[in-house]
């Protein structure tokens, strides 16, 4: 059996259109590749948040936006601080110890915070994701109890949080809020989305 012999004119075509082809293939692939790489919005979302803390007085509070969420940062009165202590019994995580929302080893003590006067939290309910109202204002008041030291209510389902972000006992919400990675830059900085200096 005899090999028909090309036509030197037909491979010249073939050999440029299988390149044309190639390199139109690599052009369609390049923008569908770079598809999967972040957008410049969605790495600013993710990046870490700097805040400026200097001017937040005792009793106030700031929030701030990180990934989409609402950090809460609240410089704590001496009162408040006081009052956390006489609420262990009452709340279902007073160690925060349990795993469901983790919270970082700089943050497992009796404030939840790494400076005891400022607390670092996600202001989203542990419940079903809906945002906590301010409540600290102490005493009676309509849905919380006669001896409210202060701290967070969840009006869409009732559940309470006090002045260190932890749930109280037969609540809907099953956890304490979340403290989010964070470090001190200085006295009067505060970096949220990271942890390391």
Not at 96 to 116: L, Q
Not at 143 to 168: E, I, N, Q, Y
Not at 182 to 189: F, I, M, R
Request: aromatic share 8%.
């Amino acid at each position: 059996m005899s090999e028909t012999p090309i036509d030197p004119s037909k491979r010249t075509w073939i050999v440029t259109s299988a390149c044309a082809g190639a390199v139109g293939g690599v052009a369609a692939a390049v923008p569908f590749v770079s598809t999967f790489q972040p957008s410049e919005k969605a790495k600013a979302a993710g990046a870490a948040v700097e805040v400026d803390i200097s001017t937040l007085q005792p009793g106030e509070k700031v929030t701030v936006e990180w990934r989409g969420k609402p950090v809460w940062i609240v410089r704590r009165t001496e009162q408040q601080l006081k009052d956390l202590e006489a609420l262990d019994p009452q709340v279902a995580d007073p160690d925060s110890v349990r795993t469901a929302v983790p919270t970082p080893a700089y943050a497992k003590n009796k404030h939840r915070s790494i400076k005891d006067e400022y607390l670092v939290v996600v202001g989203i309910c542990t419940h079903l994701g809906c945002s906590p109202v301010d409540k600290f204002n102490t005493g009676a008041q309509p849905s919380l109890p006669d001896d409210w030291k202060g701290g967070f209510f969840c009006p869409c389902h009732g559940s309470t949080f006090d002045m260190a972000g932890r749930v109280f006992k037969n609540k809907p919400a099953p956890d304490n809020l979340e403290v989010p990675p964070h470090v001190y830059l200085s006295d009067t900085s505060l970096l949220i989305g990271e942890d390391k200096a």
